[in-house]
Every structure is written in C-alpha cells, then in structure tokens.
C-alpha cells in the first residue's frame, strides 16, 4: 500500500492543524491505519491508529484529548490536531499494518508495515 501524508506546516503553540493520509488507488484495503511522529535522533513514536477489524481507535497518553484520528472513507486518514505544543513538533508518518494490534503499547513495539513520506509539523511558542 502506498500511503502520502500532507496537512503539516508552522503553527503557534495552542492552535491547531489537520493532516491527511491518501492510500493509492483510494482504498487502505485490510490494513490497520494510524499516525507515528519522529524527531531527529528518536524512535519513530506512536500516535494515534484505528483498528481495521475492530474499529477500536488508539491514541498514545501525550495526545490523548487533544488529538482525533478518523478515517472518513474513500483511502483518506485524517489526525486533527488541537492544543498544540511545542513538544508536538515532528516529523509525522502515516502508516499501514498487516496485523491489528490490542493495546498502545504493541503499536509503540511494533510499529506498521508500510510508511508514507512524512510531514513535518512545527509548533512555535
């Protein structure tokens, strides 16, 4: 699956940004969806994901309430973010997995199977 992400760009600390995740040929078919971040010289960091089979949505603690996942329909993936802060600022993948995992924790070891480019989210305080 091929994955493009965009929506990134500079933003003062409380405001807000949208990204969006295109699959090619519109469709993410049986693949678990979901958001990584990384900043230079870390691990690419979990997000946010939206189960494939059980439609359970995931969100790490540092995002949780501030941070919506949703997957509207024809290949898109969206990540509203709201209340932003500077330690938000990152690199921001999407990506697709093969296997649906149950908690944060495995989506933090396991990661996805396929990544799109990243967009790059800045925020200013």
């Known amino acids: 699956v091929q994955l493009q992400a965009s929506g990134g760009g500079l933003v003062q600390a409380g405001g807000s940004l949208r990204l969006s995740c295109a699959a090619a040929?519109?469709?993410?078919?049986?693949?678990?969806v979901g958001w990584f971040r990384q900043t230079p010289g870390q691990h690419r960091e979990f997000v946010a994901a939206?189960?494939?089979?059980?439609?359970?949505v995931y969100y790490s603690d540092p995002v949780k309430g501030r941070f919506t996942i949703s997957e509207p329909g024809a290949g898109t993936l969206y990540l509203q973010m709201n209340a932003l802060k500077p330690e938000d600022s990152a690199t921001y993948y999407c990506?697709?997995?093969?296997?649906?995992?149950?908690?944060?924790?495995?989506?933090?070891?396991?990661?996805?199977?396929?990544w799109g480019k990243g967009t790059q989210v800045t925020v200013s305080s």
């Open positions: 939206i189960g494939r089979r059980s439609g359970n």
């Open positions: 040929g519109g469709t993410f078919g049986t693949y678990t």
């Open positions: 990506g697709a997995s093969v296997a649906e995992y149950r908690t944060v924790n495995d989506y933090y070891a396991f990661g996805m199977d396929y």
